[in-house]
C-alpha cells in the first residue's frame, strides 16, 4: 500500500529555515517524479517545487533561490529545505509522489511563518 508521510513543519520567525521530509512507502520511489505542494488559508493548491526521477528539479518563482528540494532514494524520502522564510509561505505542505498514471499524496504538514 503507499504512503506517503511528511515531516518537519512548525512555527518559524520570518527569515528561519525549516526543512520538511517525506518519507515514501508502498512504492518503487526512485522511478516516482516527487513534488512538494502548498495551499495557504483561501487559496488553491500550488506547486512549490519538484524533482524527477533523474533529479531535475524546478521551482515556482517564488522561492527560486529560497527552497532547495532533494531526494535520497536509498531511503526512499524527500526534502525540502526552505531558507529565508516569508509570512507569505504559511501554507500546509503536501508531498506528491507521480508516475505514469499513478499518483499520490501524503497528508500535509503546517508551516507558519511569523513575521
Known amino acids: 500500500q503507499a504512503k506517503l508521510v511528511e515531516s518537519g513543519g512548525g512555527l518559524v520567525q520570518a527569515g528561519g529555515s525549516l526543512r520538511l521530509s517525506c518519507q515514501a512507502s508502498g512504492i518503487t520511489f526512485g522511478v516516482y517524479d516527487m513534488g512538494w505542494y502548498r495551499q495557504g488559508p483561501g487559496k488553491q493548491r500550488e506547486l512549490v517545487a519538484r524533482?524527477?526521477?533523474?533529479?531535475?528539479?524546478n521551482y515556482v518563482d517564488s522561492v527560486k533561490g529560497r527552497f532547495t528540494i532533494s531526494r535520497d532514494n536509498a531511503k526512499k524520502t524527500v526534502y525540502l529545505q526552505m531558507n529565508s522564510l516569508k509570512p507569505e509561505d504559511t501554507a500546509v505542505y503536501y508531498c506528491?509522489?507521480?508516475?505514469?498514471?499513478?499518483?499520490?499524496w501524503g497528508q500535509g504538514t503546517q508551516v507558519t511563518v511569523s513575521s
Open positions: 524533482i524527477t526521477s533523474g533529479d531535475g528539479t
Open positions: 506528491n509522489g507521480r508516475y505514469r498514471s499513478l499518483e499520490y
